[in-house]
């Protein structure tokens, strides 16, 4: 049977493994998925072990995209731009590299939440990995405008240069962002230890989407505020978790799988009801 397996540290939590096994069930995949915990200094020799032993592919995640980045031999358009890759495909002697995180970000907003980028004023939080997978597939959208603030400043403003041939991208700090933005996403990690990134709350005042890569049983805190502050629509990251997963199944198994089944079976185990 073809295997396949998520390589994190920690990975205990993953959900990859359900998501994964769910896809072949529903598109009749014969296959196997498990999660590797790689030490921290041994990601490269887990996943060549893996691959030794006749594993067909990997997801990757934190805190390892980069690394795959650099151990793929060839590597998709947009893993060469977001300069991580959370996806590898062996085929045969080459390791192939993709990112599928910004396209799972873009199809949980637009077909999963109705959201319209084409000219919509955009708010992206943080400049790290997960931001930097985020801004080609945003731009390539065409939104009106995308802003990246970052608490470190001089990290979002390198993300809107570099990536400035691609559409209209600006970067701005924390305190000076004005509330004139549609959507506002965070793609920090803030939420994670339960804190906020440091904006002025009249710009989720204004919005009308709030959306938050992170998720949990519990809303986060970043969508808490949103919704105390009046912001109606909000979403936490499964979908794009399930959505970036489709894209990886898609390109190691040639078929897409129905994400809705899979992500609504999710939510419930998540929130126990
Ligand atoms: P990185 O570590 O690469 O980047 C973290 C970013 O968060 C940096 O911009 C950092 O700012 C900022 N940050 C951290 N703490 C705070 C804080 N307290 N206040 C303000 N800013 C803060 O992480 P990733 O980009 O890989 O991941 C970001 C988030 O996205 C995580 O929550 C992750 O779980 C989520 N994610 C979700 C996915 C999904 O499928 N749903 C996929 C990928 C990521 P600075 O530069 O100043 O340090």
Known sequence: MDTYAVFGHPIAHSKSPYIHAAFARQTGQALLYTAIDAPREGFRDAVMQFRAQGGKGANVTVPFKEEAYRLAGVLSGRARLAQAVNTLRFDGAEIYGDNTDGAGLVQDLTANLGVVLAGSRILLLGAGGAARGAIPALLAQGPARLTV??????????????????????????????????????????????????????????????????????????????GKLGCARRADGLGMLVEQAAEAFLLWRGVRPQTQPVLLALRQQLTGC
């Open 149 to 226: 603030a970052n608490r470190t400043p001089a990290r979002a403003e390198d993300l809107a240069r570099e990536f400035a041939a691609l559409g209209q991208v600006s970067a701005s700090a924390f305190g000076t962002l004005a509330p004139e933005y549609d959507l506002v996403i965070n793609a920090t990690s803030a939420s994670l230890a339960g804190d906020l990134p440091p904006l002025p709350e009249s710009v989720l005042a204004g919005a009308q989407f709030a959306y938050d890569m992170m998720y949990g049983a519990a809303e986060t805190p970043f969508l808490a505020l949103a």
